[in-house]
């Protein structure tokens, strides 16, 4: 008796001719892979279950020869039983195949170990099966066949047949819904297609040889379980269909949640960037007052920053990307200002909670503030820049900060009286939550800070303490404020 | 006017803040206050300690970073009194039966579009501190019809929660067998459903999006025919479907009674 996971092998030309064939009828729709991917899911799951339910039957079968053959026998039926052991071993290694390397430590072992990884997810025959098969049929034909086992009682000689039979169908079932049948990389050939449809008949008829009563002790089976078990093969036929409508049910799931997260990520796109660019659109078209260029540059980097926390949160798959913490919004910006200082950019640091996740409130305004305030600093030709953010200011604790600080040039004279035009529309926003913008020049450094409440009843969230839990460099006595609302 | 805006987006309380900033005062000098919130969620913890609004902006789609949508802002700012304004992207195809909705069981003052121009939104708030209701405009589209009886096109649409189920069930799947499997009814039922809701699905795609009315089924169209357009409704408007306040709604919590002018919608 011979099984094995498919038939023999073929010629390495119609291999190759084959597997030319499988790509080019490949579905553009990739159905073909998610059925061959399941079934390696599967078949992986099914294939450590089968070795341990075949080590159990084999275990149990191995019971009633021991138990009742006379002492004389013993030699034998362990030289029957050792074959079968081999190949349930090898069958584990198959199975468990991290633990293959250890394998290779053996002398000698490690053509076996190469031929064990490359039948894997193919329909071929390899060395375990062919040594469960040889080894099933000597532990079978201990209980009958032409020379069984003398002196066993007749109910034993049956639970022993049954435990052997229920073996075989273990395996041979796994052989049926393997893996290899489906595979896109080396499909099957026709002709192992076909045989597949005769695996169950087959099966039986040899079932029919190995149990047929050759000797007077294998008639003492009865014939109703024999002819029971010669049957049993053609459940096959059952398991199949039931295991291809579970694979063709994966990939009807497969392309209803596909499809579900197109749509889903064509909405978060939409829902994402449509705000934004409405909003610059509009602002663009507006005719009284005219559109201040400041404001519009800094609603367009909103819009490209928008871009990237879309790619990002459809790449992460995160439900709420407007959200994280001002370090989030540094790595999201940065790309999009890089340009601007290449070359001369020595530092950018950043400090204080810029680790808290914020508010989804707070998380914008960060991320509008922040463009504008790196924008401008590198405008003047800042080498240096450093970014300070606080949940609560250590002036007015209600209020959170944002300051910005760099070397660039200094501000023109009289920017006091005539405020930069993109801090002055920030400095009106801000001025609702009773905050605002000031910008101080300490001679060495040029510091905007912007500060801004939140709306009653909206709890931002604290930072854990720091180890360090010192206050930062607080802001140097204003010499020059362009626009004041704030502290 | 203190005003609260709804919206998942800063920029557009900021977009509304800045236009009345720079608009002329108003009559009583008193320059417009303008807050926002990012989510009913947050609306909720406002109103616990403000509810001294006299206008509220309502987007109806806060993103994926929030379960609810706008119907709970909307039913919340009704509970606290304070009149709405929808204020969202109405040309997107998938809000139309949230904005069905949201005037057939609220009532909204009016719609503006995000797509218009900011000048409208103010203009609007101009006119209603002067205490003047705004003309139909935008809303038309999907206001309940005024005097009619019978039940309106959203209750022809989903009208029990076996229905929504349905629905939801039909915002996944596309065959007979496993839209009934998920909604757990018999397919009797399933059929019936097909039946009845393939006209009013018909009439809200006409409605909402002008698609030609010509399209109409044969009444011996088969359910399997039917049942692509339907699966195809329900993805396009998954996130009504699967919205928690329209769950409620439906299980009767807000059904309104047969009141002038909320009775029933166009036919």
């Known amino acids: 008796m011979e099984w094995g996971r498919g038939k023999p092998r073929r010629r390495p030309a119609d291999r190759q001719a084959d597997r030319q064939a499988a790509v080019d009828a490949r579905p553009a729709d990739h159905d073909a892979d998610v059925v061959f991917e399941t079934a390696i899911h599967a078949a992986r799951t099914l294939w450590r279950w089968g070795c341990w339910v075949r080590l159990a039957l084999y275990g149990a079968a191995a019971v009633p020869a021991l138990a009742w053959s006379p002492a004389a026998g013993l030699p034998r039926i362990v030289l029957s039983l050792l074959p079968g052991a081999c190949g349930l071993a090898l069958a584990f290694g198959h199975s468990f195949s991290e633990k293959l390397p250890l394998l290779a430590r053996l002398p000698a072992a490690g053509p076996l170990v190469r031929h064990l990884l490359s039948v894997r997810e193919k329909a071929s025959v390899d060395a375990s099966g062919l040594l469960e098969g040889v080894g099933i049929l000597l532990a079978t034909w201990l209980f009958v066949g032409p020379l069984p086992l003398s002196g066993l009682p007749a109910p034993a000689r049956t639970a022993g047949v049954a435990l052997c039979i229920a073996y075989n169908w273990d395996a041979v079932l796994q052989a049926v819904i393997d893996a290899g049948w489906y595979s896109v990389t080396a499909a099957p050939t026709r002709g192992m297609r076909v045989f597949r449809w005769f695996i169950p008949p087959v099966h ?21 379980f024999v002819a029971a078990l010669t049957l049993s093969p053609l459940l096959f036929y059952a398991v199949w269909a039931m295991f291809a409508a579970m694979l063709r049910a994966a990939v009807h799931t497969a392309v209803a949640q596909h499809r579900l997260a197109r749509f889903n990520s064509a909405s978060a796109v939409h829902s994402m960037l449509k705000n934004s660019v409405s909003v610059l659109a509009r602002y663009a078209e507006q005719d009284d007052p005219p559109p201040d260029l400041g404001h519009l540059r800094s609603l367009s980097r909103e819009v490209l920053v928008g871009i990237e926390e879309a790619r990002q949160a459809i790449m992460r798959a995160d439900p709420d990307s407007q959200s994280g913490s001002v370090r989030e919004v540094w790595m999201r910006l940065e790309p999009l200002i890089a340009h601007a200082w290449r070359g001369r950019h020595e530092e950018c640091e950043l400090s204080g909670d810029v680790d808290v996740r914020l508010t989804s409130t707070d998380y914008q305004r960060v991320r509008s503030l922040m463009s504008d305030l790196m924008m401008n600093a590198l405008k003047a030709q800042a080498r240096r820049v450093r970014v300070e953010f606080l949940v609560q200011d250590a002036e007015r604790p209600e209020l959170c900060l944002l300051r910005v600080s760099d070397d660039g040039e200094r501000f023109p004279p009289g920017a006091a009286r005539n405020p930069l035009t993109s801090l002055k529309v920030q400095d009106i926003l801000l001025g609702r939550y009773g905050g605002g913008i000031d910008v101080v020049d300490d001679g060495r450094w040029k510091h905007v800070a912007a500060r801004w409440g939140c709306p009653p009843g909206i709890v931002r969230p604290v930072r854990a303490a720091r180890p360090d839990d010192s206050p930062l460099d607080p802001l140097p006595d204003p010499r020059q404020r362009t626009a004041g609302k704030g502290a | 006017m203190r005003i609260i805006v709804v919206d998942d987006a800063v920029a ?15 009559a009583d000098g008193r320059a417009h206050q303008v807050m926002g919130v990012r989510s009913p969620r947050e609306l909720r913890q406002l109103l616990a300690v403000d509810r001294g609004f006299q206008l509220a902006m309502v987007d109806l789609d806060f993103g994926p970073g929030s379960p609810e949508t706008g119907l709970v802002a909307l039913r919340l700012l009704d509970e606290a009194g304070i009149p709405c304004v929808v204020w969202c992207a109405d040309i997107d195809e998938n809000r139309g039966l949230l904005l069905l909705a949201a005037f057939h069981y609220f009532e909204p003052w009016a719609l503006a579009s995000k797509a218009g ?12 501190e002067q205490g003047l209701r ?5 809303a038309e589209r999907y206001r309940p019809a005024r005097g009619g009886s019978g039940p309106s096109l959203l209750e022809r649409l989903v009208g029990s929660t076996t229905q929504l189920d349905i629905w939801r069930a039909l915002t996944v799947f596309s065959s007979r067998p496993e839209v009934a499997a998920r909604a757990k009814v018999a397919e009797s039922t399933l059929d019936r459903f ?4 393939y006209a009013p699905m018909r009439e809200a795609e006409h409605r909402l999006v002008g698609a030609s009315p010509d399209l109409e089924p044969r009444t011996d169209e088969r359910n399997r025919a039917r049942i692509a357009p339907l699966h195809a409704f329900a993805v396009r408007h998954a996130n009504f479907f699967r919205d928690g306040e329209v769950e409620q709604i439906v299980r009767g919590r807000y059904r309104r009674g047969p009141a002038p002018g909320t009775g029933t919608a166009a036919r």
């Open chain 1, 204 to 224: 039986g008829l040899l079932l029919v040889a190995v149990l047929w009563p050759w000797s007077a002790a294998a008639a003492e089976v009865p014939a109703g």
């Open chain 2, 12 to 26: 557009a309380e900021d977009s509304l803040a800045l236009a009345l900033a720079t608009a002329p005062a108003p």
């Open chain 2, 117 to 128: 121009p900011i000048a409208d939104v103010t203009g609007l708030v101009a006119a209603m």
């Open chain 2, 134 to 138: 705004p003309g139909r405009g935008l």
């Open chain 2, 194 to 197: 097909l039946q009845d809701r």
